[in-house]
């Protein structure tokens, strides 16, 4: 499952829940079983960060009738998600909302994302983050803007990795690039590395053209679709996620029906973007342009 722990803290909570309440044990008494609050119950419960002792999970299992070949399972889980990920060193620099994502975003095997307004986190230099998080937090102290651009160096890492790369699909709006975010030069750099980025065989960035009226993508507004790889015990593999951005935090979707929404989104965007081709042409006038 790789380095993170976000996956298997997210489906052992998944599994505890689904056996207490399969066993018709309340919250309350589950607590009581291993002398823990409530909140610590719904922690482990919900995939959240919490301390989490093999004892406790055992415990847990065993109350709620679990086979031992259930418990030695979910007991793995529990020491995978003991491990920390790479990005726990940044706690400092990232956003408590934010911070599951980053988890899954490096758990991902695909990502498909839209982003009508910015270049995708994922794909910007180092100028335009600083733009960004400038524009976004223009009091905030220069040593905790350049924390959170080293932390977004770091979630590149897995664009251009030989063993595990991860699957990132791109759906931007033209009219996104032509805007001069930091100036021409920044966004000439910028959109230089787009182009960069987008020969990669794992990596496609396609435009929804300027001509383009109305559209789904204006009614979404940005969101990013999480999949996950398959866990060897099929029923343990992660559903997608949806998240969806706001001014004042993420919203993560996890509903089949939510996420069903969300795909037929990215349906009808594909009916309406540039082919990859295409795309690098409009970015490369683009590029002309800023550069005159």
Known sequence: MGASSTLPRR?????????????????DEAKKAISVGKQTIWRMETGQPVRLRLIDVERLCQVYGA?????AVLLGLAEEAQSKGWWNAF?????????LFVGLEQSAQRLTSYQPLLVPGLLQTVEYR?????SEFPNMDTSEVERRIELSQHRKVRLADTENPIQLSIIADELALCRPIGGPEVMATQIRHLLE???????SIRLVPKSVGMHIGMITNNFVLMEFPPHPR????EPPIVFVQGYTGGLYLEKESEVA???????????IVLAENDSRTVMTHILKELTR
């Open 234 to 237: 099929a029923h343990l593999t």
């Open 11 to 27: 489906l052992l909570g998944r599994e505890l829940n689904a056996l207490r309440e399969a066993a018709g044990i309340t919250m």
């Open 67 to 71: 086979d031992d070949a259930k418990i």
């Open 261 to 271: 929404i969300y795909r037929d989104a990215c349906t009808r965007l594909q009916r």
């Open 197 to 203: 980025f987008g020969t990669l065989e794992n990596i």
């Open 91 to 99: 706690d400092d620099a990232i956003p408590q909302d934010f911070n």
């Open 130 to 134: 600083r733009e960004v998080l400038w």
